[in-house]
């Protein structure tokens, strides 16, 4: 129905903006980074958008890109994740960041948005493990292939599991390591891994 508004932010609120538009102003729930960065009060801003109805209410979401929109909408097709729980998912990581999350099947880094528990997030893993070029920017496609890509190979995801073990994130580990010959020596992608996270700090 609306697919975008164009207008003045008027009111920003830590789970909402304000859009005013032709004398109307449009609530729009939405998450940390768009409320963050949309702009300030006052200036002209436009927000993609996504009218959630429900028998007692209609909500509308709003979003700084395109790509937090289309996430948050393959989120919401994940049994037991609703509007404010793709909201909160979306708060705690970008959609490039899902993106890689889920192909490098890190559920705990999803766990981190607020009161999404252990099984939610292993269900959106699984659930759109196969959907993440819908989440994913062209820039990040790459990375998110190399990532999905560590459980083909015996060695790549051994070393995973002993980066996680000196406690770097599943995801973490799993981009650096894809990204490695698969013909490497479990140590040498270990070694290899250690330094290239080492200079990410």
């Known amino acids: ?48 958008t996504y009218l959630s109805v429900r028998e007692d209410a209609m909500d509308l979401y709003g979003f700084a890109t395109l790509a937090e929109l289309d996430a948050f909408k393959l989120l919401i097709t994940v049994s037991g994740v609703g509007p404010k729980a793709a909201v909160a998912i979306l708060s705690e990581l970008s959609p490039d960041r899902l993106a890689i999350s ?38 990040t496609v790459s990375v998110v292939t190399d990532a999905a890509s560590v459980g083909e190979s015996s060695n790549a995801s051994e070393a995973v599991e002993a980066l996680v073990a000196l406690g770097y994130s599943q995801s973490d580990a799993a981009v650096v390591v894809g990204g490695m010959d698969k013909s490497l020596s479990v140590d040498e992608m270990i070694r290899q891994g250690l330094k290239q996270l080492a200079a990410k700090l």
Do not use: H, P, W
């Open 102 to 139: 889920i192909a490098s099947g890190d559920a705990k880094a999803i766990t981190r948005a607020q009161g999404v528990g252990k099984k939610t997030a292993e269900r959106v893993v699984l659930e759109l493990k196969d959907k993440m070029a819908g989440i994913a920017t062209s820039e």
């Open 1 to 48: 129905m609306l697919y975008n508004i164009k207008g003045t932010l008027t009111v920003t609120d830590v789970n909402y903006i304000v859009v005013e538009s032709n004398g109307i102003g449009f609530k729009c729930y939405s998450t940390l980074n768009t409320i963050q960065n949309i702009g300030r009060t006052g200036s002209e801003v436009n927000v993609y």
